[in-house]
């Protein structure tokens, strides 16, 4: 039998490989996708019955159509090969298109479809999460680096804030049950401001658990706020849509809700010197005061002798307001004696051409200058104007008044015009 080395089988299963099966075309599901720095992709492929490692350089990745998503369905073209450094198969990508959606995938969307037809990611329903917590949760599992970065970011920032762990398994079948025996023990104790749900970042599958029915309704239902910090940034579940707010990463979620001491801290200080500033300034005042008061109070005589003047003050301008106000009304009636014969006279001049006017419109009113002209003012004895012939009879009696007398007639015939 030969005995080969490593180094030329591995080449040997490379040019085996290389000459049966290359170029090959390979559907199955994306699993574990990154892009690295240098542009470069790498993931796994896999199916009900297997995975294969994959690799897609900078020039393929390029020319991609779509943004490759975890638990998607598609179809890849390229190589298979042997990456010698470490005697794994590998499948060198070449072009890569959709084939459809993969199962876990296509649950994922069904489930945010309709948890968000429920209303269940609606923004207004969300909460703030407080200033100044005075305790923060953590969910979680004990043994996961999450944790580590998540107590080292809150002693850091916040030591005087305790931290409650809710253990809980993030992965596995038995992960979604425990992750919601968490959370309602959170609930039941009441003893936190805000909750962080958190795990580290991993394929689709890895965070499977967060994509629980009945744990995002279980989330939404929080009587506390709930931050969801699973995955890297990249990576989307359920529970970050429904949680009150999603950080990137678990360092993220605890950042978020605690504020470093130090601003705190800096604050009081700046507190603590406008009190400092008040308080002197407010002993000032009253020590001005105090010293002004014992003044006066030390010599009572200046006060009396104060008083007095203010009160010969106001005498002597009380004497002179009633000696001006007396002379005033003196030159009034003064003023007054002086044009009261003028306009006496003026009156009465003015009353005298209304009586001439009077005199010259009631003249011509006067009836005896009628009677002058040869008329006379006809009564009967009873003295009512006669003024109709047909008021007259024979026989009957008037009196007529003339220019320069009376005459009385007896009437003989009436005659009519």
């Known amino acids: 039998m030969r005995v080969w080395p490593v180094g030329s089988l591995l080449r040997a299963i490379a040019d085996s490989l290389e000459a049966r099966f290359n170029p090959v075309a390979v559907q199955g599901e994306l699993s574990g996708f990154s892009r690295a720095a240098s542009g470069h992709c790498y993931f ?67 489930l945010k479809n309709k948890l968000e037809a429920e209303g269940l990611f609606n923004a207004g329903r969300k909460r703030e999460l407080p200033l100044l917590p005075k305790a923060i949760g953590v969910v979680t599992s004990l043994g996961a680096a999450a944790l580590h970065d998540v107590v080292t970011a809150l002693q850091r920032r916040a030591p005087h804030v305790p931290v409650v762990i809710y253990p809980a398994s993030v992965q596995g079948a038995q992960a979604p049950e425990t992750l919601r025996q968490a959370l309602r023990k959170a609930y039941e104790r009441a003893e936190v401001d805000v909750l962080l749900l958190v795990r580290g970042g991993g394929a689709m599958e890895d965070l499977l658990a967060f994509n629980d029915e009945q744990l995002a309704r279980l989330i939404v239902a929080a009587p506390m706020p709930v931050v969801c910090g699973v995955g890297h940034e990249t990576d989307f579940t359920i529970a970050d849509f429904c949680a009150d707010l999603r950080a990137p990463t678990p360092t993220a979620a605890a950042e978020l809700c605690a504020q470093p001491q130090k601003v705190w801290l800096g604050e009081l200080d700046d507190l603590q010197d406008r009190l400092h500033f008040g308080v002197e300034r407010q002993l000032q005042d009253s020590n001005q005061r105090l010293d002004r008061a014992a003044a006066r109070l030390s010599r009572p005589s200046h006060l009396v002798t104060r008083q007095h003047a203010r009160l010969a003050g106001h005498a002597q301008g009380l004497r002179h307001a009633l000696h001006t106000g007396v002379q005033r009304e003196k030159n009034a009636l003064q003023v007054l004696g002086l044009a009261f014969p003028q306009v006496l006279e003026r009156a009465l001049q003015h009353q005298h051409h209304r009586l001439e006017r009077a005199q010259l419109r009631l003249a011509p009113l006067n009836p005896t200058l009628v009677l002058q002209r040869g008329y006379a003012w006809l009564t009967d004895m009873q003295g009512q104007a006669v003024t109709h012939a047909a008021d007259t009879a024979p026989g009957q009696a008037l009196r007529a008044t003339l220019a320069d007398g009376e005459v009385d007639l007896t009437v003989s015939a009436a005659r009519l015009i």
């Not at 490692?53 to 020319?63: T, Y």
């Not at 159509?65 to 990508?93: A, I």
């Open 44 to 110: 796994s492929l896999k199916d009900k019955k297997g995975q294969i490692r994959c690799a897609m350089f900078r020039r393929a990745a390029g020319l991609l159509e779509f943004l490759p998503r975890d638990g998607q369905l598609v179809e890849v073209r390229g190589r298979l090969g042997v990456y010698e450094p470490r005697g794994e198969l590998q499948l060198v990508v070449e072009s890569m298109q959709q084939a459809g959606e993969g199962n876990l995938f296509e649950r994922f969307v069904q």
